[in-house]
């Protein structure tokens, strides 16, 4: 079964260090989305990516994030400048068009997430 | 501002009895609902989706109730078995921008006794 996946599992880095998250969403979905969840709290939306351009993104994802889709498979979330409440679990989804059948674009499929920890 | 609750932390059902776990929510505007179940260090696995033209939406032992008039809904997991220990997480969104994203609850953390 096609699955999301995402690269480096577990990713550490020192404060004000740039930092790259990539995922590779599933082959056929064009909806692209980016969530966090701090240790201990919620699953939080970040941002959505559609036709190659930012869809929604939340309160959260300011100025120091940004998202590309650098090639037909990849999809990556940049940190410039990070900071310490940027530790968290970083988890990529990704869904399909409407009327794709049983998979519809409501139904975001996650991956496993990749832990960030900034020192 | 929590526009989906989900007030129960944890909840701990014997198994092969019926699990019901709640949620509430508050935003009028979502329609449609779905329930994540994870475990710890995975990704949220979906299990099952609800539009809110619907009440109820049944798969195998899994069944999701809509109750859009006190904005509530419930996951039924019957028979409950061991695997299904983990957190279980209500999501919801408004369907109607395209590519929104998911409003999360906190999730309840299901025990199964054997």
């Known amino acids: 079964e096609p699955e999301v996946t995402q690269t480096p599992s577990h990713q550490v880095t020192q404060m004000g260090q740039e930092v790259i998250l990539r995922c590779v969403p599933i082959?056929?979905?064009?909806?692209f989305y980016w969530y966090r969840q701090i240790l201990g709290q919620k699953v939080e939306f970040l941002v959505s990516f559609y036709n190659n351009e930012i869809s929604e993104k939340s309160e959260i994802f300011d100025d120091q994030f940004s998202v590309e889709r650098p090639d037909g498979s990849n999809f990556t979330l940049k940190i410039r400048s990070t900071k310490l409440e940027d530790s968290a679990m970083y988890f990529c989804?990704?869904?399909?068009?409407?009327?794709?059948?049983?998979?519809?674009?409501?139904?975001?499929?996650f991956g496993p997430g990749t832990r960030l920890t900034v020192l | 501002d929590q526009q989906v609750k989900q007030n129960s932390p944890s909840l701990s059902v014997q198994e092969g009895r019926i699990s019901i776990l709640n949620c509430d929510y508050t935003n009028s505007m979502f329609d449609y609902f779905l329930w994540y179940k994870k475990y710890p260090a995975e990704g949220p696995t979906f299990l099952i989706s609800i539009s809110s033209i619907k009440d109820k939406n049944e798969d195998g032992r899994f069944t999701v109730f809509l109750n859009k008039s006190a904005k509530h809904l419930s996951l039924h997991i019957v028979p409950s078995q061991p695997g299904d220990s983990a957190v279980y997480f209500c999501a919801a969104r408004d369907s109607g921008g395209g590519a929104d994203g998911l409003t999360f609850g906190k999730g309840t953390h299901l025990i199964i006794q054997p």
């Open positions: 989804a990704s869904s399909a068009m409407r009327g794709s059948g049983r998979t519809s674009y409501n139904e975001q499929f």
């Open positions: 082959s056929n979905h064009l909806y």
